[in-house]
């Protein structure tokens, strides 16, 4: 049985991921890592790109689909 998501095609050009900003907690949970590590990220500039809309933090998807190819690169050229 098709879902919704199998029939827009938008979906295969963003990676599955989701057609808003992600929050902090969103990245943690997409990585499996703990919450601070996300902060750790974003304070040591190691992690995905991230940007401030007032006080809250946002993560736009498609930096995040860059940042993950980016390390995807990196590690097939270091192996």
Same mark, same amino acid.
């Given at each position: 049985?098709?879902?919704?998501?199998?029939l827009d $095609?938008?979906?295969? &050009?963003?990676?599955?991921? $989701? *057609?808003?900003?992600?929050?902090?907690?969103?990245?943690?949970?997409?990585?499996?890592?703990? &919450?601070?590590?996300?902060?750790?990220?974003? @304070? @040591?500039?190691? +992690?995905?790109? +991230?940007f401030r809309? +007032? @006080?809250?933090?946002?993560? *736009?998807?498609?930096?995040?689909?860059?940042?993950?190819?980016?390390? @995807?690169?990196?590690?097939?050229?270091?192996?």
């Open positions: 049985m098709a879902t919704p998501r199998d $095609p938008r979906a295969a &050009l963003r990676g599955g991921l $989701p *057609d808003r900003y992600l929050t902090p907690d969103d990245i943690a949970e997409m990585f499996e890592v703990p &919450l601070e590590t996300v902060y750790q990220w974003r @304070k @040591k500039r190691t +992690g995905p790109p +991230g809309i +007032g @006080k809250h933090l946002r993560y *736009d998807p498609a930096d995040v689909r860059a940042y993950v190819d980016q390390c @995807k690169h990196a590690d097939a050229t270091a192996a």
